[in-house]
């Protein structure tokens, strides 16, 4: 196996091994002042039994700067109330709610975005 190719499954096996944090907008600079950082994605291995709110602690991003939070492309938590019109496949039924004891594992892929990316309507 070439060089290049090794690195390629390296970086696959890692993925799979961790769950990656997609920051947008203001957000992105908690992955600049981590060392587990590319771009605007964290690499976090989660811990057995760790919940998001866990997580989130872990990594250091307070809730207080976060407007939405997608887990596994689907809504999470939003502190829009205009959620319910939006129609994005949602996690509970009532994303307002800010339920964070959700168990995250390797692979789960999660997005915060801040309120200065309030929100993505189609």
């Known amino acids: 196996m070439n060089q290049k190719r090794a690195l390629f499954a390296q970086s696959e096996i890692k993925t799979m091994e961790t769950v990656s944090i997609h920051l947008y907008g203001k957000l992105r600079r908690f992955a600049e002042q981590s060392g ?14 760790e919940t998001l709110e866990q997580l989130l602690i872990r990594v250091g991003i307070p809730f207080d700067k976060i407007y939405n939070i997608f887990f596994n492309a689907r809504l999470l938590a939003t502190r829009s109330a205009m959620a319910h019109w939006i129609r994005y496949r949602q996690v509970h039924e009532n994303p307002l709610e800010w339920k964070l004891g959700i168990a995250v ?4 892929r999660i997005g915060l975005f801040g309120s200065d990316m309030a929100a993505l309507v189609i």
């Open 36 to 49: 587990a950082g590319h771009g605007n994605v964290l690499k976090v291995e989660p811990q057995p039994g």
């Open 105 to 108: 594992k390797a692979g789960d």
